[in-house]
């Protein structure tokens, strides 16, 4: 990609949830946004503004950060009229936002805490249709705009490691099919990508997550896709370039999701049980 950029973006304002430090996906993606020319305002949860670094990444894309809990219905509603103060309407959406309280605290997938378990779901997934929801309610959201949601195959797939976050990921999923046939009306596109795993923060929270991404580098056929294809990505799906693309899951994961098992795996793992019958 050029470092110039395509002007794919050119005109279009929104708002990027879920920047926390350079190794953030949404950081990328507003990085790449940037470079595309669009404008556009960067937003976290208040406890981030002393866990991360987004105020250089608003210096660096020349944005306003709006601090917001996405899981607080008056905190949503004030930002999206600051948004709109600020752009008078806005083209798109990121939503980038994920959290498996239970998994950080390595509970097992049968003996969830369900308050944890509902603090999860609201963190990860509702916070998707509070977010589209206050968009629309206050207007902010313009005919014609695209909103993107990260997510993972462990949505499809049993990843055990992954646990209550699969559950979240579905969900996700549903919100945005449920929510495409509703914005379809007014030509707003709604969409999820579904990445590799990838090295950031809230990845290397999970237990076993070195091990998930080796796996997924040995079996997807151009390896695993990292954070700064994946902005790329978005950026086509943010432009007119994707606007009859709707209420789907994208798989940006170099292939992982169409593969069963590949020779490089196959050749470790016989490795692998070669060495236990000789210790045998």
């Known amino acids: ?40 305002a960067l937003s976290n949860a208040p406890v981030a503004r002393r866990l991360g670094s987004m105020d ?6 020349d944005s306003p950060v709006i ?30 936002i994920g959290m498996g309280v239970n998994v950080r605290k390595d509970v097992p997938y049968e003996d969830l805490n369900y308050n944890w ?39 499809q797939r049993i990843f055990s490691k992954y646990s209550e976050m699969g559950d979240a990921k579905a969900l996700l999923e549903s919100i945005v099919r449920s929510f495409g046939y509703r914005l379809g009306q007014r030509d707003i596109r709604i969409n999820a990508i ?6 950031t923060t809230a990845g ?26 994946c902005a790329d990505y978005t950026v086509t799906l943010l432009s007119d370039l994707t606007r009859m693309v709707t209420m789907q899951t994208l798989y940006h994961d170099g ?13 470790a793992m016989q490795d692998a049980f070669q060495n236990d019958d000789d210790d045998a």
């Open 204 to 229: 290397s929270g999970i237990e076993g997550f070195n091990a998930m991404y080796e796996f997924a580098e040995r079996v997807a056929p151009m390896g695993n896709a990292s954070a700064e294809s």
């Open 117 to 155: 378990y509902q603090k999860t779901l609201d963190i990860s997934s509702v916070s998707l249709h509070r977010i589209v929801h206050h968009a629309l309610d206050t207007g902010a959201l313009n005919d014609g705009g695209s909103v993107v949601a990260m997510s993972y195959i462990g949505a």
């Open 67 to 96: 601090w917001a809990d996405a899981t607080d219905d008056d905190d949503l509603a004030s930002l999206f009229n600051e948004v709109q103060d600020e752009y008078g309407g806005i083209d798109f959406i990121v939503h980038s």
């Open 56 to 61: 250089e990444l608003a210096d660096a894309t």
């Open 1 to 40: 990609m050029s470092d110039a950029g395509y002007g794919l973006l050119d005109g279009k304002t929104g708002i990027i949830f879920g920047a926390l430090n350079d190794e953030s996906i949404a950081w990328k993606v507003a990085e790449a946004a940037h470079r595309e020319g669009a404008q556009f």
């Open 194 to 199: 579904s990445q590799s795993p990838t090295k």
């Open 255 to 267: 292939g992982f999701s169409a593969m069963g098992i590949s020779d490089q795996l196959v050749e």
